[in-house]
T-cell receptor
Framework: AQTVTQSQPEMSVQEAETVTLSCTYD???????LFWYKQPPSRQMILVIR??????QNATENRFSVNFQKAAKSFSLKISDSQLGDAAMYFC?????????????????FGKGTKLSVKP | KAGVTQTPRYLIKTRGQQVTLSCSPI?????VSWYQQTPGQGLQFLFE???????NKGNFPGRFSGRQFSNSRSEMNVSTLELGDSALYLC?????????????FGEGSWLTVV
């Protein structure tokens, strides 16, 4: 079974600085998707960034980028120029590819999350 | 384009009662899945529906059930509520097929069992 581990329960960063959140996962599959979701106090899960395992190039979305190391099964999130609005819980998630015959689109397996605080 | 809509947003139930939560996916999305979030267990997958059929199920007791309608809207039901069922229930939808596989979440339904 796949597992996702986030080893940092809490992190803190100064406004405008850079912070990296760690995530490792375990799987025997060769193709899959990885995601980072942000959950602010409103509790809505907001997609931050996604990475397809077959792509070697690391995904980037504005101030957010990932360091995807497939062999090491590592998927860290880097937030540059941190802003107060970045303060939230961040969840790393793994998703398998859709099944051809069973029809499942694949469910998400989440890590326990990292609480990020941003200091002004 | 409207996001994933969940109703009700907040509810309080008594132990032993049953509850039904509703979810309307993003227009065009045919896959709907449900997750339970608690402080102790984190985010856990409940079940997934696609084309009105349950395609995948997490490790939850039979008291948890769901269904999907022809318009892709979904409901989940919890019978004989227990205190431990108090949680945030998140519904998520995704487009099916090769053109995208990102899951989008609703704002959740807060269930408190007293």
């Amino acid at each position: 079974a796949q597992t996702v581990t986030q080893s940092q329960p809490e992190m803190s960063v100064q406004e405008a600085e850079t912070v990296t959140l760690s995530c490792t996962y375990d799987t025997s599959e060769s193709d899959y998707y990885l995601f980072w979701y942000k959950q602010p106090p409103s509790r809505q899960m907001i997609l931050v960034i996604r990475q397809e395992a077959y792509k070697q190039q690391n995904a980037t979305e504005n101030r957010f980028s990932v360091n995807f190391q497939k062999a090491a099964k590592s998927f860290s999130l880097k937030i540059s120029d941190s802003q107060l609005g970045d303060a939230a819980m961040y969840f790393c998630a793994y998703r398998t590819l859709p099944e051809n015959y069973g029809g499942s689109q694949g469910n998400l397996i989440f890590g326990k999350g990292t609480k990020l605080s941003v200091k002004p | 384009k409207a996001g994933v809509t969940q109703t009700p947003r907040y509810l309080i139930k008594t132990r032993g009662q049953q509850v039904t939560l509703s979810c309307s996916p993003i227009s065009g999305h045919r896959s709907v899945s449900w997750y339970q979030q608690t402080p102790g267990q984190g985010l856990q997958f409940l079940f997934e529906y696609f084309s009105e059929t349950q395609r995948n199920k997490g490790n939850f007791p039979g008291r948890f059930s769901g269904r999907q309608f022809s318009n892709s809207r979904s409901e989940m039901n919890v019978s004989t509520l227990e205190l431990g069922d108090s949680a945030l229930y998140l519904c998520a939808s995704s487009f099916t097929g090769s053109s995208g596989n990102t899951i989008y979440f609703g704002e959740g339904s807060w269930l408190t069992v007293v």
